[in-house]
């Protein structure tokens, strides 16, 4: 008796659409889809442009600057789940049950442990932590779904966490261990997002996303000060949470339901190689050798798996 390979077992996924229920077939050792690809680059390059954002700030901590971004990608979120689904809006916030709560709990948690872990370390340790995100997802998608790992995606996963090693490495990669501590719930609680959000694919996740930033908001209150802040970093906020984090988020839940976990955290690797340079076009901030050096190792892995990917996937359909 030959024992099936994860490839060849199809799962029968019932997607609600607008014109009703539509029927997928979605196999836990899928490969990653081309639109999956295109949405989950896009909200890591969206994302990556947060330290414009945050450079143009005059003088705002962090908690509040969590406060405001959380509130206003509360707005572009609810806009989109509104304009998405009419007259049903509720219905689709309630609909997202446990699974959709465990989401927002998930990413809540990895973005409140990036700020508490920025303010006892240093940036470089927090990326190079960051950067097990692929590795966590592997295993905790190996373990709840069953989906293969392959083994040119392991390797993909072990030379982007060197490139973004030596891309932080120098004099500026010291801080406590607390900070560490508090930065490995990073990877995790991203793992655990992108896996629930895999698992539960029918489930609409922009209401989940919504929920994350309720949270986040509300856990930043204690340490906020929102309302000491000037005219001109209040707009950057708004704008910082409701055009960025939201429309980022909104296309993250999306990629992130039709691709395997751990390519969802690969492509998301975009987001620390993408930063530096926006920061080195746009301000004039030099990231430093090992940053490009580092930056393009990464990169390079990322196109090279994803091109890779792709060509096994097209290879398999034609065989099928």
């Keep these: 008796m030959r024992l099936q390979d994860e490839s060849e077992i199809e799962t029968v996924v019932a997607v609600p659409g607008e014109g009703g ?51 206003s990608a509360c707005g572009s979120l609810l806009i989109l789940i509104a304009w998405r689904e009419r007259k049903n809006t509720w219905r689709a916030i309630a609909g997202m049950g446990t699974p959709g709560l465990g989401v927002a709990l998930a ?23 960051f950067a097990l995100s692929p590795l966590a997802a592997a295993v905790l998608a190996w373990i709840i779904l069953g989906e293969r790992v392959r083994r040119y995606t392991w390797f993909a996963i072990g030379v982007t966490v060197v490139g973004v090693g030596y891309m932080v490495s120098g004099p500026g990669a010291h801080g406590s261990a607390s900070g560490a501590l508090i930065a490995l719930t990073i990877p995790l609680a991203f793992g655990i997002g992108t896996v629930l959000i895999r698992r539960h694919a029918h489930i609409q996740m922009a209401p989940a996303m919504l929920l994350s ?48 976990a751990t390519d969802v955290a690969l492509l998301s690797m975009l987001e620390p190689i993408a930063g530096p340079i926006w920061v080195w076009v746009f301000l ?24 890779y990917a792709s060509s096994r996937t097209a290879a398999d359909a034609v065989l099928s």
């Excluded at 490969?31 to 003088?59: E, K, M, Y």
């Excluded at 990413?107 to 932590?129: D, E, N």
């Excluded at 000060?225 to 839940?253: E, K, M, N």
């Excluded at 990464?298 to 196109?303: D, E, I, K, R, S």
């Design 107 to 129: 990413f809540a948690a990895s973005s409140i442990s990036m700020v508490v872990a920025l303010s006892k370390t240093t940036v470089a340790i927090v990326l190079v932590i």
């Design 21 to 71: 229920i539509a029927i997928t077939h979605a196999r836990p050792g899928a490969r990653i889809a081309p639109l999956s690809i295109v949405q989950l680059a896009a909200a890591a390059l969206i994302f990556s442009t947060g330290s414009l954002f945050v450079r143009n700030l005059h003088d705002t901590e962090p908690w509040t600057t969590v406060f405001w971004r959380c509130t």
């Design 213 to 260: 930033m309720v949270i986040g908001a509300v856990a930043s209150i204690p340490f906020a000060h929102p309302f000491a802040i000037d005219r001109h970093d209040l707009i950057i906020l708004l704008t910082y949470g409701f055009a960025q984090l939201g429309v980022g988020l909104a296309l993250f839940s999306v990629g992130a339901a039709r691709a395997p």
């Design 284 to 307: 004039a901030e030099y990231p430093g050798v090992p940053a490009l050096i580092g930056g393009t190792i990464v990169f390079a892995a990322l196109a090279v798996h994803t091109v």
